[in-house]
């Protein structure tokens, strides 16, 4: 499904009051610091330094990453099977139609590893509301959510943070739709953080860090991505899937 893009570009919190920028010597397993805060411009200063947020000691320490090797999915590698294909057309993928209801699925504290806490769920749900981060939906012929993404988009970089499904496939077909709308748009980094065996079967591969940052500084300059710019509705229950 191609959304037609408003052109609305992301607000600008302004500078970070913390230096994030990544040590030489910085740990490629464990974390790299500790601390500072979850504000909007702390969060995208450390994405553009190549650092993530991911809490330790069951969500009471803030932590940064920077993994080395470092995960992505490159944009014309995604390996998409005959049975996943089959899924593609039986389901319809939006942007930004259920932000609220995709945080809260990755955030279900059920879920094994679960680390979102309330404090991320506040922080990414205000870089929605700057036009920052973003979700993509997977919807059944019945208009039910079957699985999704989020993450974080600055430039052409779209930096992965959490998927669910609640159906088969359903956070699979949520990533083609995703890989489809950065190719459109001329996004050319899709970071996945780590690469587990999941994602390396649909394409994942590990790269040094310093390939990464190389990546990632051309990336962040490039202009926003048009095709994440637009808020699609949610289809209405019965409605035909549409093809992407």
Avoid at 27 to 38: K, N, S, T, Y
Avoid at 100 to 124: E, K
Avoid at 166 to 194: F, I, M
């Amino acid at each position: 499904m191609n959304a037609e893009p408003l052109g609305r570009p992301p607000v600008d919190p302004g500078p970070s009051r913390w230096d994030l920028s990544l040590p030489d010597d910085a740990d490629g397993e464990g974390p790299v610091a500790i601390g500072a805060d979850l504000e909007p411009a702390t969060l995208l200063s450390a994405y553009r330094t190549g650092l993530f947020p991911m809490p330790v000691h069951r969500g009471l320490t803030l932590a940064w990453w920077s993994p080395d090797p470092r995960g992505i999915i490159p944009l014309d590698g995604l390996r998409v099977s005959r049975s996943l294909a089959r899924s593609v057309r039986r389901h319809t993928t939006t942007v930004d139609a259920a932000f609220d209801q995709v945080l809260q699925a990755c955030a279900d504290p059920r879920r094994p590893g679960g680390w979102i806490t309330r404090g991320i769920r506040r922080a990414y749900r205000r870089l929605h509301e700057l036009g920052w981060a973003h979700s993509v939906e997977t919807w059944t012929e019945d208009g039910r959510l079957a699985g999704g993404l989020y993450g974080v988009a600055i430039g052409g970089l779209f930096a992965g943070e959490s998927m669910f499904h609640r159906e088969t496939d359903g956070s699979k077909v949520a990533l083609v739709g995703l890989v489809e709308r950065l190719r459109d748009g001329g996004a050319s980094l899709l970071d996945v953080q780590w690469t587990t065996p999941h994602l390396a079967s649909l394409g994942a591969v590990d790269i040094p860090r310093a390939d990464y940052l190389e990546r990632l500084a051309r990336a962040v300059e490039a202009p926003p991505v048009p095709t994440l710019l637009h808020a699609d509705p949610a289809p209405s229950p019965g409605a035909p899937p549409v093809e992407g």
